[in-house]
């Protein structure tokens, strides 16, 4: 039986790299699932427009790590030649999109995360990870106004809305810890002043997750325990089947083109 | 051949691409050349080797890869052999970049032009996006996204045609 699973060498900054592209890779992928399947139209497109603009940032940080890595890999086999524990994105992105609501909470809070994170990270010293942060800070400043104008929508809206905004909240909150950890590798980067720490985005992202769950009438789970592991490759049983769907043909036919 | 010859040679073999690259239009909005985009933004000659900067308008935009294949059709067809096209992220592209050719041309092909200034403040703003048809400003955003990365959806009021606004960025 032969592999065709790459070996990556994670340097700091080829993790930092690949952490938040397969954040993109995998959270675009799921917007993805809904093309054909949204509730309306207007909604089919623009999920699958927010999933092309996260592709096209995981791209930019797949192509920069394969880069800093020097090893000959390209994106694609970052993408399709690493299996689920080589993977290092939140368990958040990775959660089944479940209904329209648990999609548009994930989204909510993923993006009321990146918005600010990414803006700040356009003054890194880096030029490529600064470029990549100007280009993905205006994309994701589209992407948080959607799911906020819906999160208020629904939760202000019917009683099934409602019930089911709720619902998706208190499932989401756990995952939504994992956004503001730094492992040993990455806290390295951050002395070097290279990329800044997720935890100090914390306050801003809770002052926005708070101000629009009130105005949609929801109640904001205290603060308790949360889920990790996904930065360091323990995931959820939801990935293995992504990536299976995702990788299925460069598998079966590595090298292949049209 | 003294230095001062290929010098002269490069700098007339930069002036013919930037003129075949200057040819290309976007495939998506075919009236806008990628000069009036804004995308196209260097073209570079050493030593007889010629280097076409673009840079995408959104990261995910699929018609990157067409463009990058049109420029290399384009200088081509001028003779040019040697040559790279290299896709640039930085500085990052933003609507601003958008000739004031562009944006009437775009007025007329029917997709409302963006508005100038692409801070946070335009991007957030009260949009008043003037119809491209009829010119009124009765108008509402129908979605947010619409057929392409760049554009959203917004309907006239005064005329009832719908029509594509090209989103700031």
């Not at chain 1, 390209?74 to 368990?91: I, K, V, W």
């Not at chain 1, 905004?165 to 499932?171: C, K, R, T």
């Amino acid at each position: 039986m032969t592999t065709t699973s790459i070996r990556v060498v994670e340097t700091p900054l080829v993790l930092y790299a690949l952490r938040r592209a397969d954040d993109a890779l995998v959270l675009g992928h799921r917007l993805s699932e809904w093309c054909g399947h949204a509730p309306a139209l207007e909604e089919d497109m623009a999920l699958a427009n927010i999933g092309l603009d996260l592709l096209g940032q995981a791209r930019s940080l797949y192509s920069y790590a394969a880069e800093m890595e020097a090893a000959g890999h390209t994106e694609d086999d970052f993408a399709f030649h690493r299996d689920a524990p080589q993977y290092r994105n939140l368990l958040l992105a990775e959660l089944p999109n479940g209904d329209f609501a648990r999609t548009i909470l994930r989204q909510f809070f993923y993006a009321a995360f990146a918005d600010l994170y990414w803006r700040a990270m356009m003054a890194s010293p880096d030029p490529t990870l600064a470029a990549i942060a100007a280009k993905s800070e205006k994309e994701t400043a589209y992407h948080l106004r959607h799911s906020a104008e819906w999160v208020i929508r629904l939760g202000d809206g019917t009683e099934e809305s409602h019930r089911r905004a709720a619902d998706a909240v208190a499932y989401l909150w756990p995952y939504t810890g994992e956004m503001f950890e730094a492992d040993a590798a990455e806290r390295a980067l951050v002395d070097a002043g290279t990329v800044l720490d997720p935890a100090g985005f914390r306050d801003a992202w809770d002052k926005t997750v708070s101000d629009i769950l009130a105005e949609a009438t929801l109640e904001k789970p205290a603060a308790g325990w949360m889920q990790q592991g996904g930065r360091s490759g323990r995931h959820s049983e939801h990935l293995g089947h992504l990536l299976a769907v995702m990788q299925s043909v460069p598998r079966a036919i590595p090298g292949a083109t049209w | 051949m003294t230095q001062l010859d290929n010098g002269l040679g490069d700098e007339v073999l930069r002036r013919k691409a930037i003129e075949a690259a200057s040819t290309v239009v976007d495939p998506e909005i075919p009236v806008l050349t990628i000069a009036d985009l804004g995308v196209l933004r260097d073209v570079t000659v050493q030593g007889g080797h010629v280097r076409v900067d673009i840079t995408p308008t959104y990261s995910g935009c699929p018609a990157m890869n067409m463009i990058a294949v049109e420029i290399d059709l384009a200088l081509s067809r001028a003779g040019i052999e040697d040559k790279e096209v290299r896709t640039v992220l930085a500085p990052a592209w933003t609507t601003d970049w958008m000739t004031e050719e562009g944006r009437r041309k775009l007025r007329e092909y029917g997709v409302a032009p963006p508005q100038p200034g692409t801070g946070r403040r335009a991007l957030f703003g009260q949009d008043v996006v003037a119809c491209p048809q009829c010119g009124s400003t009765q108008t509402h955003q129908l979605a947010e996204f619409g057929s392409t990365s760049c554009k959203a959806l917004w309907r006239c009021e005064s005329c009832r045609e719908p029509f594509d606004y090209f989103k700031c960025h």
